[in-house]
């Protein structure tokens, strides 16, 4: 091996090691050494998979001789040198080459880097053996990679892999309404991620290709505002479900060519349920996710030319780089938001200016600078004023809306994370007298509060609230968005004066949240 070509094979290893612990599939994996190798190296799409997997030339060689011999065909001229032409690029491999090497990576031809269908006329990913790397026995293969993979002309057929996926998510549901929840909610799984990445996909693949009655518009429309509603106070993997059913049947409709006023109403709820769908990720814990759905949203919203509905999808994707640690990202998605909204009286008008105050406060610190946090309080005017604006039925809507009590909730954490302790009590009790669902804001509220009392040097009252808070909040609520902020205040309590990871009372905070040592 040329020092050039081991080069290409280490950091190929270093790629495959960091992808398998993170959970990625080979596909992605191969993905990934394809772009970061080919600019220096001249990496093929079919060696980044072979590469992906950890096996040499000679262990595809005999996977393709194993299926031409269950196949009952004679055994294939095909050995190492042709192979390393196929992966340099210097020749193509035939039809039914191209077909058994599909089936030994379980992808489709434009994964490997060639144009067309198949001569099979089905998908790869259940078909042959799988190749020899460890990590392939690991990991099953996922839907999400095969959608991920798939050419646009592949004669699985979308409607096909539409009925899967709606499949998984209604088995899913029935899971979650058949068995009481005993624990805090682990990570999503394979095939359930694959079904929500599906739909989100061919809901774009829909919306740049696009006759339903009236009627069962007014329906969907109906049950979409409903779904806003249940955002409160519906578990969010449960809701998901739900919402995700919905949008593949609006997607089904706008797939037909549909009159300009409908197909508009259309694009309308495919924006409001991509957005919702995008919040519920935020509170499952998948930011990865959310932001692809917010993206969908946009598409959507841009066909109907809503600049108030674009406003609020923008809005509403601001808030994942601030949950998740990117406040100067979400104070510019909020900036973007503001501006598209303009001057019409819109729920973005309210919330933008919140999402900017609560950046700049992240940013500043309880430390931060009169100017900073003067500016973050001029921030909670606007909202304040725009949210005087706003139309009845949008002050009461939690999802598609803004109400009084977020409006309290956002103003308190802005005050909190300033550390002007004294308001932020104040607001934070007014905040909390208004609710009475939506548990993941109440847990936040609790919270902020927890925090109030250890800023001002109260460590045991601090972790009495915090402890509060934990103990009203049900397992199946227990996800990376609730955790996250449950385990900076943890740390923030170790690192105070008289603060220790040792203390009874914050072992017993952790216990409660479902938070290991480790993860602490």
């Avoid at 262990?59 to 040198?81: C, N, W």
Wanted: glycine share 8%; net charge negative.
């Amino acid at each position: 091996m040329s020092g050039r070509q081991h080069r290409e094979t280490e950091i190929a290893r270093r790629i495959r090691a960091k992808g398998l612990a993170s959970g990625r599939s080979c596909a992605q994996i191969a993905e990934e050494i394809h772009e970061t190798c080919s600019p220096q190296f001249g990496t093929t799409k079919i060696k980044g998979h072979r590469l992906a997997h950890g096996i040499a030339l000679a262990d595809v060689i005999e996977q393709v001789r194993a299926l031409f011999d269950r196949d009952q065909k004679p055994a294939p001229g095909i050995g190492e040198t042709l192979l390393s032409a196929y992966e340099s690029g210097l020749k193509r491999p035939g039809p039914e080459y191209l077909h058994y090497l599909c089936t030994v990576y379980r992808v489709e031809p434009v994964s490997l880097g060639y144009d067309g269908p198949c001569i099979c006329g089905h998908g790869h990913r259940m078909a042959g053996g799988r190749p020899g790397g460890d990590d392939d026995r690991a990991e099953p293969p996922r839907p999400r990679d095969v959608y991920l993979n798939q050419s646009a002309g592949d004669s699985a057929g979308p409607d096909g892999a539409a009925e899967e996926d709606e499949n998984v998510l209604r088995r899913t549901l029935l899971n979650l309404l058949d068995q009481a929840a005993t624990g805090p909610i682990g990570d999503i799984p394979p095939s359930l991620l694959g079904a929500v990445e599906g739909i989100r996909r061919r809901m774009d693949e829909t919306l740049v290709m696009a006759t339903v009655s009236p009627a069962m518009l007014d329906q969907w429309e109906e049950t979409t505002l409903a779904f806003g509603r249940q955002y409160s106070s519906t578990p969010p993997m449960r809701l998901l479900c739900d919402v995700l059913l919905e949008l593949s049947a609006v997607r089904a409709a706008m797939a037909r060519r549909q009159p300009t006023d409908l197909a508009e109403r259309l694009c309308r709820m495919a924006a409001q349920l991509s957005g919702l769908s995008g919040m519920i990720l935020i509170n499952i814990g998948d930011h990865r996710l959310a932001r692809a759905f917010f993206r969908t949203g946009r598409t959507a919203a841009d066909e109907t030319g809503d600049r108030a509905l674009r406003a609020w999808i923008m809005a509403r994707e601001s808030l994942v780089p601030l949950y998740y640690g990117d406040a100067r990202e979400a104070l510019n998605l909020a900036k973007q938001s503001r501006d598209l909204a303009g001057a019409t009286p819109c729920v973005a008008q309210a919330m933008a200016p919140v999402v900017e105050a609560r950046a700049l406060a992240l940013l500043a610190g309880s430390n931060g600078k009169k100017e900073v946090v003067d500016q973050a309080k001029r921030a909670l005017l606007k909202a304040r004023n725009a949210f005087s604006h706003m139309k009845a039925h949008e002050q009461e809507d939690l999802a598609f809306g803004y109400t009084e009590r977020q409006l309290y909730f956002y103003q308190g954490d802005v005050l909190t994370k300033l550390g002007q302790t004294i308001e932020a009590d104040m607001v934070l009790e007014q905040a909390l007298e208004k609710y009475s669902d939506h548990i993941l804001d109440q847990t936040l509220i609790r919270l902020d509060m927890a925090q109030c009392r250890l800023i001002e040097g109260d460590i045991d009252e601090a972790l009495k609230v915090a402890i509060e808070a934990a103990r009203q909040i049900k397992p199946e609520y227990r996800t990376d968005f609730i955790v996250r902020p449950a385990i900076e205040f943890g740390r923030a309590v170790e690192a105070a004066p008289g603060g220790s990871k040792d203390l009874p009372a914050l072992r017993e905070f952790y216990e409660l949240m479902g938070i290991g040592s480790k993860k602490a």
